[in-house]
Structures are given as C-alpha cells and as structure tokens.
C-alpha cells in the first residue's frame, strides 16, 4: 500500500497569501497518478486537480499542482477566503487508492 | 444535473448489517467505474472499494474485504455497498463518487454525493 503523507497539518495564512502544500508518498506514484481535493466542513470533497498538474473543470487558476514520483506539490497563489479548507492528497495509480490525512489551512 | 444522491445510513448495533445506496442522475452512469468512500468523525478521508462500468472488476480496502460487497444496477443507475459484520470503527459519512473519465480507473474523482451517515453502536 502507498501512504502519503501531507505536510504541514495545518497551515495558518491570510487572505492573499500564497500556500504551499506537500504530499509525500512512501512508494512511486505510477504516471502521476495523483489528485487534491478539497473539502469544507459539512461537504463533500470536492476534486481540484488530477494526474498532478492538470485542474479539473471550473477551478480557478490559482490552485496548481506540480510534481512526479514521490513528491507532489499543490499551490494556492492569493488565497481567496473561500480557500480556506481541509486538503486531500489521493493516489490512484495503485491499489489500494489511497489518501493523505489532510492539510487544514486555517485563516490566520 | 449531474448529481449523485445516497441513502441508507442509519444506526446499526455491531454485527449488524446495512445496505447504502447511491442513486446516479444527468450522466451516463454504466460509462463509469464508481466509487465508496468514507470519513469517521473528525478524521481524514478513507477509500473503500470501487467498482468497475460492467461490475468486472472490483478491489476493496483490507479494512472492509470480506464484509462489505460493492455493487451496481446500471439499468436502476444504482450504485450499492452491502455492509456485513459491522463493528464501531465503520461509523463514517459514507460518500460514492464517480471516477472522472469514462471506462477508465485511473483518475479523479469528479462527482461526489453529500454522504449518509452510518453509525454503529450497541
């Protein structure tokens, strides 16, 4: 099994700073196979980046993703206040799927 | 619209068992494998099993193999879990979402549901 290990636990930032959030994984992510979601409290997640790099449908362009083998990176540019949430890490390119325990960012 | 609604949650004793459904709209839903996914209370997101469009491939957690069985009506657009041998560490949001691109396993997960509740206690 893949674990993925995100860092820090929890981020504390304002409104239009930038946020940087890690993933490790403990084995190769085969083809970046790697997404990020959010989730807000009482939601559902919501998927804002697949196969590492690429945004899904209607996510704005501050949120992007970078990285390859066992370090993945998601970087918010200006966070907005509507950012501010708990963030997932997921593989898929193994199973079991996996995912991360989650990055809080937290307005500070 | 394209919406994924699940049901079935309730409160159950250990040992007991429980079926949740997630009902599919406003997509073509046997084009897709499908997917459960869990959250305990506080705590961080859990994959369960999925679910390959023709039901011909299936993998589960080890946390759940053996108790829980995934399965699908595409004819009702129906995604179902069969929780057996229920026992307190179950107790979660249970949330089924879509994977995002059609007869294909390996991406994101593009559509969720809200999420039914499952709770067991004695």
């Known amino acids: 099994e893949i674990v993925l290990t995100q860092s820090p636990g929890t981020l504390s930032l304002s409104p239009g700073e930038r946020a940087t959030l890690s993933c490790r994984a403990s084995q190769s992510v085969s083809s970046t196979y790697l997404a990020w979601y959010q989730q807000k409290p009482g939601q559902a997640p919501r998927l804002l980046i697949y196969?590492?790099?690429n945004r899904a449908t209607g996510i704005p362009d501050r949120f992007s993703g970078s990285g390859s083998g066992t370090d993945f990176t998601l970087t918010i540019s200006r966070l907005e206040p509507e950012d501010f949430a708990v963030y997932y890490c997921q593989q898929y390119g193994r199973s079991p799927w996996t995912f991360g325990q989650g990055t809080k960012v937290e307005i500070k | 619209q394209v919406q994924l609604v699940e049901s079935g949650g309730g409160l159950v004793k250990p040992g007991g068992s429980l079926r949740l459904s997630c009902e599919a709209s406003g997509f073509t839903f046997s084009d897709y494998y499908m997917s459960w996914i869990r959250q305990a209370p506080g705590k961080g997101l859990e994959w369960v099993s999925y679910i390959s469009s023709s039901s011909t491939v299936i993998y589960d957690a080890d946390s759940v193999k053996g108790r829980f069985t995934i399965s699908r009506d595409n004819a009702r657009k129906s995604l179902y879990l069969q929780m057996d041998s229920l026992r307190d560490e179950d107790t979660a949001v249970y949330y089924c979402a879509r994977v995002k691109v059609p007869h294909y396993l390996a991406d994101g997960m593009d559509v969720w549901g809200q999420g039914t509740t499952v709770t067991v206690s004695s």
């Open positions: 196969s590492a790099s």
